[in-house]
């Protein structure tokens, strides 16, 4: 069965402070990752997508990384802030198609003052 | 333009009952995407549409659910003799076609009481 695998599945940080989320898959065949981000109450929003002959995407303090040949990924959150504070949810494209995402379950991350 | 909307927000039943949520897509965006998203897990796929017609039904966990789009455009849930396991958020996602990204509606939280 394709699976999607998120942890840890709750991070509490504090505000200014670095953190990594990962995310491995069995989801085959691979066509592209995504990382979304989901405020309390909101529909997801898409952070960064990469396919897998890329290994490293950034959008402004967010950075991805894909290691295909492990299936692994890693979303890394530089000098957070309160507004990070969220769900975010790794997400694998079976192909192009968007009928065919497997999402995971989500880390919820609270960033503290 | 405005994003994806979706209503009601919230909807309180009875079990038994019958209820139909709606989604407004992005003006233009040809493809719609129903899920369903349960308390601390991320989106399960349940239907998507191309047009007017639906794609892939796969998702549908059982012939109480049901979704059409009638006009290529604003999409309604239907959801039959609805039990107590059907309460979750369900969220619409629309975009411009199969292979781009997705974006999100609020959702629509569901309760069966």
């Known amino acids: 069965k394709n699976q999607v695998e998120q942890s840890p599945q709750s991070l509490i940080i504090l505000e200014g402070k670095n953190c990594t989320l990962q995310c491995n898959y069995t989801v085959s065949p691979f066509s592209n990752l995504r990382w979304y981000k989901q405020d309390t109450g909101r529909g997801p929003v898409s952070l960064t997508i990469m396919t897998f002959s890329e290994n490293t995407k950034s959008n402004g303090r967010y950075t991805a990384t894909l290691d295909a040949d492990t299936k692994q990924s890693s979303l890394h959150i530089t000098a957070s802030q309160l507004s990070d504070s969220a769900s975010y949810i790794c997400?694998?494209?079976?192909?192009?198609?968007?009928?065919?995402?497997?999402f995971g379950g989500g880390t919820r991350l609270m960033v503290k003052p | 333009g405005a994003g994806v909307s979706q209503t009601p927000s919230n909807k309180v039943t009875e079990k038994g009952k019958y209820v139909e949520l709606r989604c407004d897509p992005i003006s233009g965006h040809t493809a719609l995407y129903w899920y369903r998203q349960s308390l601390g897990q991320g989106p399960e796929f349940l239907i998507y549409f191309q047009g007017t017609g639906a794609a892939d039904d796969s998702g549908l966990p059982n012939d109480r659910f049901f979704a059409v789009r009638p006009e290529g455009s604003v999409s309604t849930l239907k959801i039959q003799r609805t039990e107590r396991g059907d309460s979750a958020v369900y969220l619409c996602?629309?975009?411009?076609?199969?292979?781009?990204?997705?974006?999100f509606g609020p959702g629509t939280r569901l309760t069966v009481l």
């Open positions: 996602a629309s975009s411009p076609g199969a292979t781009y990204e997705q974006f």
């Open positions: 997400v694998v494209s079976l192909n192009n198609a968007g009928n065919m995402l497997t």
